[in-house]
């Protein structure tokens, strides 16, 4: 396996928070930029949460940057459909946008944003669309506002989308530019130096795969990529199982409290991953509910919330 897996979040901010090409690569592609319109540099922007450690959320702003127009991207790898997550995609656009405008200068001063997700689900599932006989959208779908009433779409492009929801690709073989940026996230791992000549890789797209080899990686960086992995895994177990809580009424009490315990655990292991630090007295609430509606309520509540007064809501 000599690439890592592109989904990863430490892989993702190492490939595309440290190169730009790379990044402009993928933007140019998903936006579909060309000519004038293409994107030929771009200035990092400062992280808008803290610098990565482990406990982190799953539900992270990856990489920020602007090009030489103004622009502004906001650019995540989202792995998992976890509750909230297209209101935190329109709330971190929003706010980059308003955190364009220095204080105190005029409204015509802001900028544009494109918010960027690369979603390793469906946000919205071709065989829903079908049933209700709607429109299938996109693999790649680009949005903003837009006055629809008589059909003339004339919007508003200050703050726009764009999602890449990789399961759409399918089996087909890639034809695009757009379709081989989702094997690369998709495959990765299985793709070998002899294997990727079939897939017609673009520069930035090899550059992408090189940035990612294993064997390039050091020990800490390998380590923190094995234990986001291990956080993520974990996490889709407790989203799969979905009965953290409600088996344990109507059983023997020693298996309650067994499932009790069960529920406290997830509640702090979904607090850590959110990067929520729990204090004394957070920790004593917990060990001293034996609610299990109110434990459930907390894990349901941990996979969207950002502070302690989110979690206990």
């Not at 992280?47 to 450690?53: C, F, G, H, T």
């Not at 469906?122 to 006989?133: F, K, N, V, Y």
Request: proline share 4%.
């Amino acid at each position: 396996m000599p690439y890592a897996d592109l989904k990863n979040d430490v892989v993702f901010r190492k490939v595309f928070g440290e190169h730009p090409d790379v990044l402009m690569g993928l933007l140019n592609d998903l936006l579909d930029r060309e000519g004038d319109a293409l994107i030929t540099s771009i200035e990092y922007l400062p992280p808008d949460q803290a610098p990565l450690v482990m406990g982190m959320k799953l539900s992270i702003l990856d990489v920020r940057c602007k090009d030489a127009s103004g622009t502004v991207f906001v650019v995540e790898m989202q792995v998992l459909p976890v509750t909230g997550f297209l209101n935190r995609v329109v709330y971190n656009a929003c706010k980059a946008y308003v955190g364009t405008l220095k204080k105190g200068r005029p409204y015509h001063e802001l900028t544009d944003v494109i918010a960027v997700s690369v979603c390793d689900f469906e946000l919205w599932p071709d065989a829903g669309q079908r049933a209700r006989g709607e429109a299938l959208v996109p693999m790649v779908s680009r949005w903003s506002m837009a006055e629809w009433t008589n059909g003339a779409r004339r919007g508003f492009g200050q703050v726009q989308y764009v999602f890449l929801e990789l399961p759409k690709l399918g089996d087909t073989l890639p034809r695009t530019a757009v379709d081989r940026w989702a094997v690369l996230f998709r495959s990765a791992p299985d793709l070998t130096p002899a294997t990727i000549v079939d897939v017609h890789l673009s520069e930035a797209q090899h550059h992408a795969l090189e940035h990612a080899r294993e064997e390039n990686m050091t020990a800490q960086e390998r380590d923190l990529i094995e234990r986001s992995r291990e956080e993520v895994d974990q996490v889709r177990r407790i989203a799969e199982s979905a009965q953290v809580a409600g088996e344990a009424r109507g059983e023997a009490r020693g298996e309650a409290r067994g499932e009790l315990t069960g529920r406290r655990h997830a509640v702090r292991t979904l607090a850590r991953i959110a990067g929520i630090a729990l204090t004394a007295a957070d920790e004593a609430r917990i060990d001293a509910c034996d609610d299990a509606t109110a434990l459930d309520r907390w894990v349901a509540n941990g996979r969207s919330a950002s502070a302690a007064e989110g979690l206990f809501r």
